[in-house]
């Protein structure tokens, strides 16, 4: 393949229809590990090359981010080329790009429907780099697709149980990225259970968690457990406790009408006061001055 024919194209017709989710703005570990992500429904022309060099998101000129690619195509087809040659997308067929490879992919039949995924070169999916890109057939393409489907329409809905919702379709999403580059193998069994544990305190951050309690999920002592939450994480227990507690609450305070002391018993304190101190100690400020300044931002 000619090295010279790697470049940046977007060739993308009008009538192709794109709906973006920017991970940012949603609650839960998804803004950690996808950059960007859309569902797709593409007529006429579409093109998307690069060179592998990185992407420039969010309108941060400056600020170049490396990215793998993952595509799950629900209809119709395209292609892809890489430096080894042409492979043919079809239905119930996953794609997947590590990032620093160059790439040419495009539409190839009447239509061609499906969802995309731009995620972070982290240490959570720098296992990615040992795969190969390629594409393969996979019975996830329509669980991946109807996932994201739900939290695009989640995103222009509205009630009180909104944001849970959307935290719970975030953490499948998660999961099924997970399953579909077959990462859960490559983990032991104890660092299966860590994060299956790690998921279950995210979905009850109103539990009065402790290390003791959680070093009990899995059958350890309290130190053990300690090193392992550090090893795996980065973080102390009540730390990563404490951070996903805290991200839970900055979506709620800034996507919802609830009060301090609902957010409170939501996110697993006492009361209002307790909350405010955490949530001062941690942002340099009140929750409801945080929220003043969240609700300017929007608007």
Known sequence: MNKS???????????????????ESLPG????????AGVSHLRQTYQIGKTGKGEYLNDRKNDQVHVHYLISTQSGAGKLTLESGCQSIGPSTMMLIPAGTPFLYELD??????CWLLLHDCPEYKFIHQLKAGVWQSANTSLLYQTM????????????????IQLRLIEVLLYQ??????????????????????????KQLQLPWSVSSLAAELHMSEPQFYRLCKKETGKTPMKLLTQARMEYAC?????????????????????????????????KSSPGRWRSHANLDRN
């Open 109 to 114: 039949a009447d239509h061609w429907d499906m």
């Open 149 to 164: 489907s739900l939290i695009r329409d989640f995103e222009h809905s509205d009630g009180r149980y909104k944001p849970d």
């Open 5 to 23: 024919m790697w470049r940046e194209i977007l060739n993308i017709d009008p009538s192709c229809k794109e709906s973006f989710l920017n991970f």
């Open 251 to 283: 979506y709620l305070l800034r996507y919802t009408n609830c009060n301090l002391e609902q957010i409170a018993d939501t996110v697993g304190y006492a009361d209002s006061a307790s909350f405010a101190h955490r949530f001062k100690e941690r942002y």
């Open 29 to 36: 570990k998804g803004k950690a590990l996808i950059a960007f």
């Open 177 to 202: 990225i997970e399953q579909t580059l077959k990462k859960t193998p490559t983990q032991s069994a104890q660092q299966q259970r860590f994060q299956a544990l790690i998921r279950n305190v995210n």
